[in-house]
Structures are given as structure tokens and as C-alpha cells.
């Protein structure tokens, strides 16, 4: 079976300071990663997708960035961050990118800016 | 442009009564529709999906949701909920294009079942 871990599970940064969350999916091989991020009491916005190793696509551009080191990794950053950055980052995988795949979500980070 | 609304911010029921979160849906092309759960500070769990065949769609924990391309919903219910199933549940339209495969979401409906 196939299991997503996201760390750390909550932060608490000071704004203009540097992020780093990290996923891993483990159990599946070459998976299709994202990350989706929450506003408070809001939807889900998908930030970034991910087919293979070393490439990413923005599908939101939110002053954050992510790469893929590794097959089962997916790292999201930034080096300055705002306090619109706060809210519920959540990693996603799902077996290809074709619409039919469902998608299966990671217990998230939650983040605060202050 | 896809766009998913979810009619109902809030539902509230009693424990044993049926619901129906309501979720209408407006896109061109092959659509692929999903309902997740949130519960209250964790990550979204899968319920159930429709991209083709039988338009009622069966889910976990006895959900399930009926598709209409001619009203363009996707209602999901629950014949007797209970406590647990309290959360908020979030519609969402799925593709493929220039995004992968991007999820679109609905604003989520909280659903609050009491005792």
C-alpha cells in the first residue's frame, strides 16, 4: 500500500524568513505529485505539479517554488515569506496525470506567518 | 473554464437522518468528478469517483453520488449519517490539459451532525 508523509506538521515562521516542506510518497513508483495549498476555512488551489524527477510545472505563481530531488520527493519552498503564505499546504499523488486518476492527499502542513 | 459550486456552506443534520450535499458543475470536455472529506486539521480522504458507466457511484463509509450531465451535478448522499461523518466535504472536477492532471474544487460544504 501506498503511504504520503508530509513534514514537518505545523510551522510558525516569522515573515521575510526562509520555508522548506518536504513529502514523500512511499510505496509507488514514479507517482505524479502536488501540492495544493489552503487558505483557512477555504478551498484548494493546486500550486505545482510534478511527472518525474527534477521537473515541475507552476500552475499558480504564489512567490513559492518546488522541485522534485528524488522519485518519491517533493519539496516546497521559498526564501522570503509573506503572511498571505499562511494556511494548509497539502501534498498530493496520483498514478499518472490523465483526469480518470484519482488523487490521494497527504495530512498536510499547517502554516503560520507572523 | 471549469468551475464547480457547492450550493450549501453548511448543512446540519441529526444523527440517523439522510443528506444530500449538493455539487453543480459547468466544463466542455471529458469531465472526471470526485468527492473528498475533510475532517476538522487533517488532509482530504478520498470518497468516491465518476468518469464514465453506471451514473450512481458508490463510496466509503456508505456515501454515495449520482451524476447528471443534464443538470450537471454530482450530489453526494448518505442514507443515516452518524457523529463521525461531521466534517466538511468538498466537490471537485478533474482534467487533463496544459495543468496535468489538475483538481479543481468547489468551496466545501460543512456538514455538523448532531447527537
Known amino acids: 500500500a501506498q503511504t504520503i508523509h508530509q513534514w514537518p506538521v505545523a510551522e510558525i515562521k516569522a515573515v521575510g524568513s526562509p520555508l522548506s516542506l518536504g513529502c514523500t510518497i512511499k510505496g509507488k513508483s514514479s507517482p505524479n505529485l502536488y501540492w495544493y495549498w489552503q487558505a483557512t476555512g477555504g478551498t484548494l488551489q493546486q500550486l505545482f505539479y510534478s511527472i518525474t524527477v527534477g521537473q515541475v510545472e507552476s500552475v499558480v505563481q504564489l512567490n513559492l517554488s518546488a522541485s522534485r530531488p528524488k522519485d518519491d520527493q517533493f519539496i516546497l519552498s521559498t526564501e522570503k515569506l509573506l503572511l498571505s503564505h499562511s494556511g494548509f499546504y497539502l501534498c498530493a499523488w496520483s498514478p499518472s496525470v490523465w483526469g480518470e486518476d484519482t488523487q490521494y492527499f497527504g495530512p498536510g502542513t499547517r502554516l503560520l506567518v507572523l | 473554464t471549469q468551475t464547480v459550486s457547492q450550493s450549501d456552506a453548511h448543512v446540519t443534520v441529526f444523527e440517523g437522518d439522510s443528506v444530500e450535499l449538493r455539487c453543480n458543475y459547468s466544463?466542455?470536455?471529458?469531465?472526471?468528478l470526485s468527492w473528498y472529506i475533510q475532517h476538522h486539521g487533517h488532509g482530504l480522504q478520498f470518497l468516491l469517483k465518476y468518469y464514465s458507466g453506471n451514473p450512481v457511484v458508490q463510496g466509503v463509509n456508505g456515501f454515495e453520488a449520482e451524476f447528471s450531465k443534464s443538470d450537471s451535478s454530482f450530489h453526494l448522499r448518505k442514507a443515516s449519517v452518524h457523529w463521525s461523518d461531521s466534517a466538511v466535504y468538498f466537490c471537485a472536477v478533474s482534467s487533463y490539459g496544459s495543468s496535468g492532471n489538475k483538481l479543481i474544487f468547489g468551496i466545501g460544504t460543512l456538514l455538523s451532525v448532531k447527537p
Open positions: 466544463y466542455g470536455g471529458s469531465i472526471y
